[in-house]
């Protein structure tokens, strides 16, 4: 047979590889290599982490395709990249330049407040946020091949992460349970596509790959999101935006690796310095929050 | 029988999903203690240089080394990579087998393919004679081998995708990504 590129089981499968591993936003060469040294199994080329777009303010956007480059000259595990929700010329361009893996991000602002980029229509395979199990179908249904919680970025709060694994996790065990006949109300009420109702009740999980993201900042906080249930962790502000980014990076690698053993976790949480300055999410005004982005 | 997966990174859940539709019984291995009694150790697919540092920082370097003298081994990927002697970049490899190996050797993700291989020995092992379906992705080749080491599967254009010496085994690709288990099967025969 031709050999065939850009498969689901491609798209599907580079994320099964970055299980149980840490992914890190980098916004220059130098802290990919610092990333890359650490563990981290892949990283997130972006110009500002989101701490300093919300610091920032004004419309946040897909990052220079020069200084993603660099990054992927710089190290030899795979480079993610992000583009606006909906912006589907954004990512054909992070497509073009031979990205690993595209996150479709509400950091970023949102260029389209309906719809969502048709992900199918790409070989490049898409990571999408979410808060529940029916935004993680809808998302998966438009062709995202990973799926990671919202959480709340740049806020070093894990509390909005714990939110929406829970949800997604609960509605997974709910569904575990239901009979067939429930299946299409429960896929009316969460506003999910049947087909995938039906898969996630068989096996048990999301048909891809699930990570934790926004304001996971510690090594606890990561082994709370693995206890909870997701393949791994998103990582952005929380290792450049602290006092010893390399001693935290490998901390939270090791955490990861060792989610179940408090022993280890107790061992590397040891002198990490200052985490950074976290802001409270649960009171955050709601114009603040980047999770409500997307729908 | 008992099979570990190394578990510091990457798709061991996938592998330990084939062992256990085997009959095999498994053990995630992430400190050196859970090496004491396996038959053989799957390394998974993953990111090759996080779970030669993890495995570094855990003292597992030395521990895997005497395993695999004794025992059955197979890495697929980045676990192949890990097994190999010589990847010309600086990294913790295994060095256990005599294959020199290039990472990323196809390009990027973009550049992952699934493809159809003829691998003899599996057919003869497994009594079949379909083609085995190959799912690559970012992709290592073994550029040469030597010593004792045989090929077991090239693509058309030569390139060594999957190769053997004694009982220890590396495929570039994953078959633990498929619903064939041939490959697992001839592995636990290699472990028994």
């Not at chain 1, 179940?260 to 040891?270: G, M, N, P, W």
């Not at chain 2, 290592?140 to 390139?159: C, F, M, N, W, Y």
Request: hydrophobic share 45%; proline share 3%.
């Amino acid at each position: 047979m031709e050999a065939k590129t850009g498969t689901w089981t491609e798209k599907k499968g580079l994320a099964q590889m970055l299980k149980g591993g840490v992914i890190m936003d980098v916004v220059n060469a130098e802290q990919a290599k610092i990333a890359e040294e650490a563990g981290a199994c892949a990283v997130m080329a972006l110009e500002r982490v989101p701490a300093d777009i919300r610091a920032d303010g004004g419309v946040a956007r897909m990052s220079d395709p020069d200084m993603i480059l660099k990054i992927m000259d710089a190290v030899s595990i795979p480079v993610m990249a992000k583009c606006r929700i909906g912006h589907f010329v954004e990512a054909q361009i992070l497509e073009s330049i031979g990205v690993d893996y595209i996150d479709e991000s509400e950091v970023l602002t949102p260029a389209d407040e309906e719809h969502h980029i048709l992900k199918h229509n790409f070989k490049v395979p898409f990571v999408c946020g979410c808060r529940n199990i029916g935004e993680a179908l809808r998302r998966i249904g438009e062709g995202a091949a990973m799926m990671r919680t919202k959480g709340e970025a740049g806020t070093g709060d894990v509390v909005e992460a714990v939110r929406h694994a829970r949800s997604v996790v609960g509605a997974i065990r709910q569904l575990k349970t239901m009979n067939d006949e429930e299946l299409m109300a429960y896929a009316k009420n969460n506003g999910a596509p049947y087909e995938l109702v039906k898969e996630v009740k068989e096996l048990g999980r999301l048909p891809v790959v699930n990570f934790a993201a926004g304001g996971v900042a510690t090594p606890a906080d990561a082994a709370l999101m693995m206890q909870l249930g997701v393949d791994g962790v998103f990582v952005g502000s929380g290792i450049f935006k602290s006092g010893d980014p390399a001693k935290r990076a490998q901390a939270i690698v090791k955490s990861v690796t060792h989610y179940q053993d408090a022993s280890i976790l107790a061992e590397v949480s040891k002198n990490l310095g200052e985490a950074m300055v976290g802001r409270n999410a649960s009171q955050m005004p709601e114009g603040e929050r980047l999770a409500g982005r997307g729908w | 029988m008992k099979i570990g997966v190394l578990a510091l990174q990457g798709d061991f859940s996938e592998h330990i999903t084939m062992l256990k539709k085997l009959g095999v019984e498994t053990v995630e291995v992430r400190l050196p203690k859970h090496l004491a009694g396996l038959n053989g150790l799957i390394i998974p697919g993953g990111e090759s240089t996080t779970i030669g540092k993890l495995a570094v920082a855990y003292e597992l370097m030395e521990p895997l080394r005497e395993f695999g003298k004794e025992h059955a081994i197979w890495g697929t990927c980045a676990g192949a990579i890990f097994l190999s002697k010589d990847i010309g970049r600086d990294q913790p490899l295994l060095g256990l087998m005599d294959i020199k190996v290039q990472r990323n050797a196809f390009g990027r993700q973009v550049d992952s393919f699934e493809t159809d291989l003829e691998i003899d020995e599996l057919y003869k092992a497994t009594g079949t004679e379909h083609p085995y379906h190959a799912v690559f992705i970012r992709a290592p080749i073994i550029e040469s081998v030597s010593g004792s080491t045989k090929i077991l599967s090239a693509l058309a254009d030569g390139r060594i995708v999957a190769a053997q010496q004694g009982r220890l085994l590396a495929t570039s690709f994953h078959p633990e990504l498929t619903g064939d288990t041939r490959f697992h099967e001839y592995f636990i025969s290699l472990a028994s």
